[in-house]
């Protein structure tokens, strides 16, 4: 048995050069004559490590020197708490864009730390999400403390196909499914922020991107742990980090910057979601996607087979072609192809082959 191409949404597959990597220095990391989850985080090789990985990341994705780069425990649900505890005083409110599922978990969570308004709901008259909306920042409340919107919803397979624009409110995104998928414009935001299991490395992880003025603010009263700046101060090394999630994000970056950067990242995600979407348009109704043109996701593909009966035949027969991971989310059925930066080309033109064949078969 060989390793197959991994479709999984979250934990998603990692590049094989990195865990090759990974899997060689297991036993010894470097010169320190133990594994790199042995070693303590205060070290000089694990903090040259963690350094190693904000630059890269850094220079990947062009991140100013007033931004400070986090790397904290946890996913990104916490995020969407520590988000009003962090940057909304007492009192004050915030708005959020909800455009699928995360973008309504992430209302959930902070209501009890905020005043949430949902500025727009882009569900369909039958609920479904289906289009990235239209921000109008006239609508946005002048006074709030953020403009909060998903920039790709995993599930629902809908992304931003721009930036919205946010005024003079911060603008604060969840990028856990499309960050370091192509470059992307960090000085348009407050805050950026991604659980680290789609698109950078293993769980336990989160990405933090935040303006460090914002840091300033007074935000809610709250434990210093749950507080984005005591973790800049202390560089992420405010208690112990998740060494291993960031030693393989670390391998991540590298292999990134290798590849050639977000730039050649985004050509190739490009032709991967084409690849996809022409075989699932150009199936004469036997495959859909009903996402809108412009919205439709690099990352995330949901699909559906005409015939809801054969999704069971569909799964079984595709894992047994080396293709795993296809079903779609529960909350909403059919099928779903993660493309993330890990999954390689050939990858999705064994995909397509493959839905070719079934559909012949089974049309
Ligand atoms: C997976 C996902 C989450 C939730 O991440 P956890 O790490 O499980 O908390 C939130 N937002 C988006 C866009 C996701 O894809």
Known sequence: MSRAFNFCAGPAALPEAVLRQAQAELLEWGAERASVMEVSHRGAAFEALIAQAEADLRALMDIPDDYAVLFLQ???????????????????????????HWSARAVAEADPHVRTRVLVDAADSEGRYLQAPLVDPATIDADAAYLHYCHNETIHGVEFPEVPDSGDVPLVGDFSSTILSRPLDVRRFGGIYAG?????????LALV?????????AGQPRARVLTWAAHARAGSLLHTPPTFSIYLAALVFAWLREMGGLEVMAAVNQRKAQRLYQAIDASEGFYANPVEAASRSWMNVPFWLHDEGLVATFLEES??????????????????????NAMPEAGVAALVDFMGDFARRKG
Do not use: C, W
């Open 319 to 340: 894992r047994e072609a080396g293709l795993l991971a296809l079903k779609g989310h529960r909350e909403i059925g059919g099928l779903r192809a993660s493309l993330y």
């Open 209 to 217: 991107i935040v303006r460090r003025d914002l840091l300033e603010r």
């Open 74 to 100: 946890g996913g990104a649900t916490q995020q969407f708490a520590l988000l009003p505890m962090n940057l909304a005083a007492p009192g004050q409110g915030a708005d959020y864009v909800v455009s699928g």
């Open 196 to 204: 680290a299991q789609k698109n950078i490395g293993p769980s336990g």
